[in-house]
Structures are given as structure tokens and as C-alpha cells.
């Protein structure tokens, strides 16, 4: 992470708070890039931020949401955004349906807006696999189609992406769209690991998966995923456009897969796997996702972490912080 140092950039980091950005921010600020965090939240439930030295960082309570908010605040002069505030929950938005507009679409367009008025700066921003929805083949480039998705999750991050391409072409933007696969680190208070930790540490006889087990994704380690999203906005400085790029570690795991890593960083032995049904997880999720990462290779970026080894990381990250952090 070196590359801009010579020029000292400035960074704006939107949900800030928040486990993929948090890790962003500290790799910023441990680099003395200059740093201004935004989340929704009072800097005193941005506990991931806590340990950081106060001086370094400049953090500010915003919704991004709302769009007078977002154009008051927007600093000047800024060198990269890296919008990584969302609803990042994929499961709610199929009770709360407003959830992925109001905190996804909506905040992405006062980004923009707050970018085209004041130039110069490039934004980096978090897409997903959801994007790809449920049609076959499973293995998908950047470039294949349709992007049918199947959650209110991945249709606000389409809108979004639609949104920064023509952004881009109609006002000489600069972005990079990252479709991340599942992330994985200590610090995640939701998701596979954190579910299978909390269950296991109330029940070790037995675990119950959601779903058939069958279940295969992209898995990619936070660490890594901030080295790729750090070399991916490097990639595009200096240039007008849009890219996007899938981001994972290569290859998939099933839900069983990651049930026995996980028993076992536990030190658990012969757990017996119980799936919960014959399908997928909940509404709007995706059997497969198997993310193509051939584009990202070519940039001669290599993840430090086979999937594997990612699970087994961040389970043990959990352990050491309790499992509920
Ligand atoms: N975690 C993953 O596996 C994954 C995969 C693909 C893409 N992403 C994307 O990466 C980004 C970060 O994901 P995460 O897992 O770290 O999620 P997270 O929930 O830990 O972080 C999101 C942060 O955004 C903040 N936020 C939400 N709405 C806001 C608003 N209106 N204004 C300001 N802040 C707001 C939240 O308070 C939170 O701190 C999201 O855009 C998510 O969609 C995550």
C-alpha cells in the first residue's frame, strides 16, 4: 500500500464503522494517509475504530442518505472515496424492503452527485456477487450477463453500479466496482463463521446448517480484499471510466465444507452437520456463487489466503475475540 505516498492522498471513507471499512481505515491511517471516516453511527458505537490513535483520524457521525447532509459535508480536495457505506445484511431486505434503496441506491447517487460537483476524485466501491443472481453458468466473469438478481441486496448494488457507469461517461468520474465475494475476518457480527461459533458454543453435539449444505460460494479474507481494493484503486488513478473487478480468493467452499474447518479450529471432533432443509439459506440467497477472478490475476495481484486458510483465520480471530464481537 505505497504506491500514493510520495503525494500524501486524502481518503474518504463512508461506513467507516464497519467491518470491511474499518480494516480499510486502519491500513490508511497506518500508512499516514489522511483519513476522514463517515458513518451513520456516534463515533461511540464505531467501536472498531476505538483503537486507533485519535489524532489520525477525523471521524464524522453522517448519513449519506441524505443528500443536503452529503453535499454540506462533502470535503474538497478529496482524493479517493471509498463509499463503502450500505445495508450490507442481504437476509433483511426481505422484510424490510426499503432497507437496500434507502441505505444502498439512494446514498450512492448523493456520492455522485457530491463527487460531479466537486472533481478530482475517484471512487472505489463495493459491489458483490449478489449482482450475478441465479442463472447458470454459476462461474461468472465481470463481462457475463444477465445480472438477474435475486435479492433486494443485489438489485440496489446493480442500480448502483448502472448509476457510477453513467456517472462516469456523462461526467468524467473515475471508479473502480469491486464485486466482492463473501468476506471473512475477525470483527464480522453476522455471517457464516459467526453464525456456526454461536451456535457450536451453545450446542457442541451437534450443528444445524441453513439449507441443504450444498451451498458454494467465494470466500476472500478481509486483509486480502483491502490489498486487492488498494491495488484495483491504484490501477485507476489518473484514468476517466469505470472497471469492475470480482475479488476473492479463487475457487469455492460449501456450507458443510466450512462447517467441519470451523468444528475443527474449535477442536471439536465428529460434530455431527444436521442440514436444516433441502435448498438455499433464506429469501434472495444464491445456491452458487463462484466468482471468475482471472481479470484481477492478471494485475499480478495473488491472495495471501487460500479459502481455506481464510476460514480458518478469521474462526480463529472470532475464538480469540469471544465469537460475538
Ligand atoms: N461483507 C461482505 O461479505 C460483503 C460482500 C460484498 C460486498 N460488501 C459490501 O461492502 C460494504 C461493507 O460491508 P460490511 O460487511 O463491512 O458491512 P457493515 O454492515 O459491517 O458496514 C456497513 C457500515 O455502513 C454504515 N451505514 C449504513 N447505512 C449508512 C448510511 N445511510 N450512512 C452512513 N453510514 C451507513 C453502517 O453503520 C456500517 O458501519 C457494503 O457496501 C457491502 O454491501 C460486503
Redesign the pocket.
Known amino acids: 500500500m505505497t504506491a500514493d505516498r510520495g503525494k500524501k492522498s486524502t481518503h474518504l471513507v ?2 467507516a ?5 474499518s480494516h480499510l481505515v486502519k491500513r490508511l491511517v497506518a500508512e499516514e494517509y489522511s483519513v476522514l471516516a ?4 456516534p463515533w461511540e458505537e464505531a467501536s472498531r475504530l476505538h483503537d486507533l490513535p485519535a489524532a489520525q483520524l477525523h471521524y464524522e457521525q ?4 441524505d443528500a443536503s447532509s452529503v453535499a454540506r459535508h462533502f470535503p474538497t480536495g478529496t482524493d479517493v472515496v471509498w463509499h ?5 445484511d442481504i437476509p433483511a431486505g426481505a422484510t424490510q424492503t426499503a432497507l437496500d434503496v434507502r ?1 444502498g441506491l439512494a ?1 450512492t447517487q448523493q456520492i455522485l452527485e457530491a463527487m460531479r460537483k466537486s472533481k478530482g476524485t475517484r471512487l472505489v466501491f ?3 456477487s449478489a449482482v450475478y443472481g441465479i442463472e447458470e453458468p454459476h462461474r461468472r466473469s465481470e463481462v457475463d450477463g444477465p445480472f438477474l438478481p435475486v435479492s433486494l441486496y443485489g438489485a440496489a448494488k446493480v442500480g448502483c453500479e448502472a448509476l457510477i457507469s453513467a456517472y462516469c461517461h456523462c461526467f468524467g468520474l473515475s471508479a473502480v466496482i469491486l464485486r ?1 465475494g ?2 471473512l475476518g475477525g470483527s464480522m457480527r453476522r455471517g457464516i463463521l459467526h453464525d456456526f461459533i454461536a451456535k457450536l458454543r451453545e450446542n457442541d453435539a451437534e450443528l444445524t446448517v441453513l439449507g441443504s449444505g450444498q451451498q458454494r460460494k467465494s470466500y476472500v479474507l478481509v486483509d486480502d480484499c483491502v490489498d486487492a481494493s488498494w491495488l484495483l484503486s491504484q490501477h485507476r488513478a489518473g484514468r476517466a471510466g469505470c472497471e469492475v473487478y470480482n475479488v476473492a480468493a479463487g475457487g469455492t467452499l460449501s456450507v458443510l465444507q466450512i462447517a467441519e474447518l470451523v468444528t475443527s479450529e474449535m477442536g471439536l471432533v465428529g460434530v455431527p452437520v444436521r442440514p436444516a432443509g433441502d435448498g438455499t439459506s433464506w429469501v434472495g440467497d444464491q445456491p452458487v456463487i463462484d466468482l471468475d477472478i482471472t481479470k484481477l490475476l492478471a494485475l499480478g495481484w495473488r491472495p495471501r489466503h487460500s479459502p481455506e486458510q481464510a476460514v480458518r483465520v478469521a474462526t480463529r480471530r472470532l475464538l480469540e475475540q469471544g465469537g460475538s464481537s
Open positions: 463512508t461506513g464503522g464497519g467491518f470491511f471499512a463517515w458513518d451513520v453511527v453522517i448519513d449519506v442518505g463503502f457505506a450500505a445495508n450490507a441505505h446514498p463495493p459491489s458483490s466482492f463473501n468476506l
